[in-house]
């Protein structure tokens, strides 16, 4: 199940990186990847309760919970943002691998200093 939804999550990004390219020059920046992190939002709400895993949620600690959240909006916001202004100026071929080869990257140092992992 887990190499599936690997490859799901693989074809749905490229796929949105065309599609957001034939709007990125004709709407707003900010607009388009606020409504693309309203859809993503929403998907995640559904799959937690049709999952039955909703009340794990209560589990989390209220600093682990804002850690998760700053991390989320400060790459969606900033990262998203550049990402959809970069497929209109250098196009998909050339925005998608440094999207997909930075988001690792940045991850991997937001762990390490906001999560203080090893």
């Known amino acids: 199940m887990g190499e599936f939804a690997g490859l ?4 749905c ?3 949105s990186a065309i599609a957001i390219r034939s709007f990125a020059s004709k709407i707003n920046v900010w607009a388009l990847n606020a409504t693309f992190g309203l859809f993503t939002s929403l998907f995640y709400v559904v799959a937690l309760l049709l ?3 909703a009340g794990d949620l209560m589990k989390i600690s209220w600093n682990m919970m804002a850690l998760t959240m ?3 909006l400060t790459g969606m916001v900033i990262g998203g943002s550049a990402y959809i202004r970069s ?10 691998p440094v999207q997909m080869s930075s988001y690792t990257l940045f991850t991997m140092v937001m762990a390490l200093v906001l999560l203080n992992e090893p």
């Open 87 to 96: 497929l209109d100026l250098i196009g998909v071929a050339r925005a998608f």
């Open 51 to 53: 999952s039955g895993q």
């Open 8 to 11: 799901a999550s693989a074809f």
């Open 13 to 15: 990004t490229a796929l």
């Open 70 to 72: 700053l991390t989320g």
